[in-house]
């Protein structure tokens, strides 16, 4: 098993500043890394290349899209290639780039390289995916006061990262998981007896987690309203009745905001802002979106 390198300073630095913690990505890719190696080594690399040997390569966009993940790429090459491997980014997370387009380069060893190319790519197609989905949802909704928003359908052990590739993409988080936000469902309404019921045994957490009621119709969006819920969230409405959820809204609790879900569409992203929701919840942008062509491109090979 190869002997993993820690973070550079800039890596951890840049980790931080997107919101990820270091040692949750580093786990991440040590658990990767396992997959691949085993407690072995990479045997082509090794077998074929002269140890010595050195690289420049760049990571390129083989299509349009919106590009994610760009320091945990650094952070797989910082594990596997240590002090003789550096990356330096010639683009951003969160940046628009066109097939051609070069975003990181790297040089170092090239055994080390080789074995680190496919979990920085891994990651990185799979971010730049997630970012790219949900750039198209938020073009779809410039100019309205419409925010497309993510849910908990997320890969386990990935949550925080295609979080991060939404915020990436223009998006909103919502809960990161189930203990730093309150959502009472269909389910938790029907057991607890009621949405009465069940948002009065949350009064306790108001002001210490938000708090959001599911309904599915207009009169249990008032039963909602009058319970005192500040946020609603509206399933499988209707474009005519969430137009009608927003008026009621608007009429009885303006501040109040209003969450629209369920089978919604690329293509109706415009036309439900026009309601006057305050956000799209997308499951998709996590769960069904397609990676970004990235590849690695050589540039030069030097011997020892």
């Known amino acids: 098993?190869?002997?993993?390198?820690?973070?550079?300073?800039?890596?951890?630095?840049?980790?931080?500043?997107?919101?990820?913690?270091?040692?949750?990505?580093?786990?991440?890719?040590?658990?990767?890394?396992?997959?691949?190696?085993?407690?072995?080594?990479?045997?082509?690399?090794?077998?074929?290349?002269?140890?010595?040997?050195?690289?420049?390569?760049?990571?390129?966009?083989?299509?349009?899209?919106?590009?994610?993940?760009?320091?945990?790429?650094?952070?797989?090459?910082?594990?596997?290639?240590?002090?003789?491997?550096?990356?330096?980014?010639?683009?951003?997370?969160?940046?628009?780039?066109?097939?051609?387009?070069?975003?990181?380069?790297?040089?170092?060893?090239?055994?080390?390289?080789?074995?680190?190319?496919?979990?920085?790519?891994?990651?990185?197609?799979?971010?730049?995916?997630?970012?790219?989905?949900?750039?198209?949802?938020?073009?779809?909704?410039?100019?309205?006061?419409?925010?497309?928003?993510?849910?908990?359908?997320?890969?386990?052990?990935?949550?925080?990262?295609?979080?991060?590739?939404?915020?990436?993409?223009?998006?909103?988080?919502?809960?990161?998981?189930?203990?730093?936000?309150a959502l009472v469902k269909d389910n938790h309404v029907a057991a607890a007896g009621g949405i009465a019921a069940a948002y009065a045994a949350l009064i306790g957490l108001e002001g210490t987690v938000p708090v959001e009621i599911e309904v599915d119709d207009l009169s249990s969006l008032r039963a909602a309203i009058d319970a005192g819920a500040n946020e609603v969230l509206i399933d499988n409405f209707s474009t005519e009745n969430m137009r009608a959820a927003v008026s009621l809204r608007d009429e009885i609790a303006p501040t109040v905001r209003i969450e629209a879900s369920g089978g919604l569409t690329l293509g109706r992203a415009a036309e439900v802002a026009t309601t006057g929701v305050d956000f799209i919840a997308v499951g998709e942008l996590t769960h069904s979106a397609r990676v970004l062509d990235l590849g690695l491109d050589w540039n030069t090979i030097s011997a020892s």
């Open 1 to 181: 098993m190869i002997t993993l390198h820690p973070l550079s300073a800039d890596t951890k630095e840049r980790l931080q500043d997107a919101g990820l913690k270091p040692t949750e990505v580093t786990g991440l890719i040590a658990t990767a890394l396992a997959e691949d190696l085993g407690d072995g080594v990479d045997i082509t690399s090794v077998a074929t290349i002269p140890e010595g040997q050195t690289c420049a390569v760049n990571f390129g966009a083989r299509e349009a899209g919106v590009v994610a993940g760009l320091p945990v790429a650094a952070a797989v090459v910082d594990m596997v290639c240590g002090p003789d491997g550096s990356f330096d980014y010639l683009a951003e997370d969160g940046d628009r780039v066109t097939a051609g387009t070069a975003v990181a380069r790297v040089d170092a060893p090239t055994r080390a390289m080789l074995t680190a190319e496919r979990t920085a790519l891994n990651l990185l197609c799979h971010l730049s995916g997630i970012a790219t989905l949900t750039r198209r949802w938020t073009d779809e909704l410039i100019g309205t006061a419409t925010s497309v928003r993510d849910t908990r359908k997320t890969l386990p052990g990935l949550r925080a990262l295609q979080k991060y590739a939404v915020r990436c993409g223009g998006g909103t988080n919502h809960r990161m998981g189930l203990h730093d936000m």
